[in-house]
């Protein structure tokens, strides 16, 4: 009986640690270039009582045996890194990657993170930054007597200069990918970091070598499906309900057990 208990309260960790993951899509579901995240399960050990195979009588074998579970764990939390839905903006500093890849952003402790959100700004110097004022990587800075800016799907970044009929062009986005997307560590801000497991960066000019193009004016939206979420937050519920169910009839059938009297 403390079996069922054991592996009934093992459901409902597991389900709290769902519902968590869940809210936290809910939660992002307009945040630029936000991708989902899913709880991966995994049953825990068996008891075997009786091995499938095991001798019964002479020339003969148990087919299946018996083997009790003992609950449930996390396996993983993937993140999904499917297209979100495009928004177009008209601003000229809105970026988005159609296709796979990461923006490369400059932290301030010299580190190279990665950010499919494409909300970029100018900061005082003309330099291309987050919203953090992380700036991009490589460094695109604008020059202040630029009357408009232009980005090529393939990266390249041009100005109209005043007093020029052409415009010029003064650098080169450059994206990156991973072998294992799902591998990076997420450590806020909508950035990503490298691990062992995603691989090193592999970067180059965007629309090349498997990478997505870039669009100006456009941004990525979160890929969250709301209703989606509600009904997987549905279904999470009503299994934490069941395993608190499954606990308290455990606990019943202890009580009478405990309860047996001799005649």
């Not at 270039?33 to 499938?52: N, T």
């Not at 299946?64 to 297209?83: D, E, N, P």
């Not at 796979?100 to 990665?114: A, H, I, K, M, S």
Request: glycine fraction near 12%; proline fraction near 5%.
């Amino acid at each position: 009986m403390m079996r069922a208990l054991w592996s009934a309260a093992s459901g409902m960790m597991a389900q709290q640690l769902n519902v968590d993951t869940i809210a936290n899509n809910l939660a992002n579901v307009n945040t630029a270039g936000f991708k989902r995240q899913r709880v991966d399960f995994q049953d825990l050990m068996y008891q075997a009582i009786k091995l499938p195979g095991s001798p019964a009588a002479s020339g003969v074998q148990v087919p299946t045996g018996i083997q009790v579970g003992l609950g449930v764990r996390t396996a993983a939390t993937t993140k999904i890194f499917a297209q979100g839905t495009f928004q177009t903006t008209g601003n000229p500093l809105d970026l988005c990657i159609e296709g796979d890849g990461f923006f490369q952003v400059l932290r301030p402790n010299g580190d190279v993170v990665y950010t499919r959100a494409g909300t970029f700004k100018l900061d005082s110097s003309g330099n291309f930054v987050t919203s953090d004022g992380c700036p991009l990587e490589p460094p695109i800075t604008i020059p202040t007597d630029a009357e408009s800016i232009s980005i090529g799907g393939d990266g390249t970044v041009a100005v109209m200069l005043a007093g020029n009929t052409a415009p010029q062009e003064i650098g080169q986005i450059t994206l990156a990918r991973f072998a294992n997307p799902g591998g990076l560590l997420n450590i806020g801000h909508s950035l990503y970091a490298a691990t062992a497991a995603s691989g090193d960066a592999q970067t180059g000019t965007p629309g090349a070598d498997g990478l997505g193009q870039v669009a100006q004016g456009v941004l990525e939206l979160s890929n969250v499906e709301v209703v989606e979420e509600m009904v997987n937050m549905i279904t999470a519920q009503r299994a934490y309900e069941a395993n608190s169910h499954a606990i308290k009839i455990a606990d019943d059938m202890l009580q009478l057990a405990n309860n047996v009297r001799r005649g």
